[in-house]
């Protein structure tokens, strides 16, 4: 399968820790995207990679979010003393860097959910 | 700020019925990008269509066909011989391109049910 990999799939976590997730774009894609998405909501962005570079990050994305994408390959994002309004479900996209409005492919999403 | 409105919650159809559903959008911009995302139960994002805003020439994928009317920013999708794996949530969204960084806005959605 050479789709977008998201990991993991579920994680459930007490209000206060820290949690990261972990976003395998598909190999040759060059950009790379964050979206959080809650129960009956479209998506929202939340922050977006051209290579290694972070281009554009959403005000939604607060002081406690945080993402990397070293070597412009995989790339992470990490929400410190996670709230229970962090529960969503964390979608990676990625896409080619061939022109414009190139469709973004999606992974299958981290549920995360803060008790 | 360029929004997406999906004024349909809900819809539901017989199988083998054409459904059409309404997006509009809001931006001062030109030249921009409108798809059409599909989410089944799996919640996996599925791209269904997508059009240039410069073309006027309606995007097609088999059954699925858009009524794009730029000047009044409306961008809704037609669903052809509608089939049982039709049923999922569609998700209209607009991309714009701001100093080489590309943003996909999402509408709310449209949960689609084909009944048998």
């Known amino acids: 399968d050479t789709g977008v990999s998201q990991d993991p799939r579920h994680k459930i976590t007490k209000r206060g820790q820290n949690v990261t ?20 909501q479209g998506p929202e ?3 977006y990679f051209q290579n290694e570079a972070q281009l554009e990050k959403s005000r939604l994305l607060s002081d406690r979010f ?26 990676c996209a990625s896409s080619p860097a ?8 999606f992974g299958s999403g981290t549920q995360l959910s803060v008790l | 700020a360029q929004t ?6 809900e819809m539901s159809v017989q199988e083998a019925e054409t459904v059409t ?6 931006t001062s ?14 919640r996996q994002m599925i791209l269904v269509i997508r059009q240039e805003a410069y073309k006027q020439q309606n995007a097609t994928e088999n059954r699925f066909s858009v ?11 037609k669903i052809s011989d509608s089939q049982l794996g039709d049923t999922a949530m569609y998700f209209c969204a607009f991309m714009m391109i701001i100093q080489g960084a590309q943003k996909l806005v999402f509408g709310q959605g449209t949960r689609l049910t084909i009944n048998p």
């Open chain 1, 21 to 40: 997730f972990r976003c395998d774009p598909i190999s040759e894609h060059n950009r790379l995207y964050w979206y959080r998405q809650t129960l009956g």
């Open chain 1, 45 to 47: 962005f939340l922050t």
């Open chain 1, 66 to 91: 945080s993402a990397e994408r070293p070597k412009g390959s995989f790339s992470t994002l990490e929400i410190q003393r996670t709230e229970q309004g962090d529960s969503a479900m964390y979608l």
């Open chain 1, 98 to 105: 061939r022109g414009k409005g190139e469709k973004l492919f």
């Open chain 2, 4 to 9: 997406v409105t999906q004024s349909q919650p």
């Open chain 2, 21 to 26: 559903l309404s997006c509009t959008y809001d």
């Open chain 2, 29 to 42: 911009e030109n030249n921009y990008y409108l798809f059409w995302y599909k989410q089944p139960p799996s």
């Open chain 2, 67 to 77: 009524n794009f009317q730029k000047a009044a920013k409306s961008f809704s999708l």
